[in-house]
């Protein structure tokens, strides 16, 4: 066996001890399935953790961290997510989307990227997006539907992207999954041709 780096502490909370994020991120590697270690691996590099200490951290961190646990259980499983985790994820939602698309062979999308069209106007930031041929992917939750100031700002912006000329794809949670997600997936992949 390797070198086993103790967990790092962050303190106590109630009471119990609580493990630094990424290190606790290392020790789920044989707990979590292959899908989750991806999706708490773009919460550290991302921004939609509600904890500061996990979110907004560096791909460079969780390769450290990776190297310095050593062979421990479910390092193979940390391994191959560490290499699906991106920076810049904003919803966990977009996290399985993402994997979605790209593991039905399509091309990896650029995720959260500020928009703008060809005279410098600002188009919004869509979850995912092909930029090469003006398509945009957007997952809606049901909290765009519930709060009325923000299903009025996603008209805005899907039209903002419509004059622009960019197709914007609006999915939710019933598209990522079975013959939906299939038709999701084609859907993209028609767009993309």
């Not at 991120?25 to 708490?40: A, F, I, P, Y």
């Not at 991302?46 to 450290?64: C, I, N």
């Not at 699906?84 to 994820?89: A, D, I, S």
């Not at 593991?103 to 930029?131: C, M, S, V, W």
Request: proline share 6%.
């Amino acid at each position: 066996m390797g070198h086993r780096a103790a967990p790092e502490l962050l303190g106590l909370v109630d009471g119990l001890p609580v493990a630094e994020p990424i290190s606790a991120w290392v020790r789920s590697g044989q707990l979590l399935s292959l899908d989750e270690l991806v999706r708490v691996g773009d919460a550290l590099a991302g921004s939609w953790s509600p904890l500061p200490e996990a979110r907004r951290r560096r791909l460079g961190d969780l390769d450290r961290a990776i190297l310095e646990v050593g062979r421990i259980r479910g390092i193979t499983s940390l391994r191959e997510a560490r290499a699906l985790v991106r920076p810049g994820v904003e919803s966990p939602k977009e996290t399985e989307l993402r994997l979605l698309l790209t593991r039905a062979g399509l091309p990896e999308p650029e995720i959260n990227i500020r928009t703008f069209d060809q005279d410098g106007r600002y188009l919004g930031k869509p979850d995912l997006r092909y930029a090469w041929c003006r398509v945009a992917i957007e997952y809606e939750g049901d909290e765009h539907r519930r709060d009325p100031s923000r299903f009025r700002r996603d008209i805005r912006r899907r039209e903002r992207f419509a004059d622009a000329g960019w197709r914007t794809v609006r999915c939710t949670d019933d598209d990522l999954h079975g013959r939906r997600a299939d038709e999701l997936v084609a859907r993209v992949r028609r767009l993309l041709s």
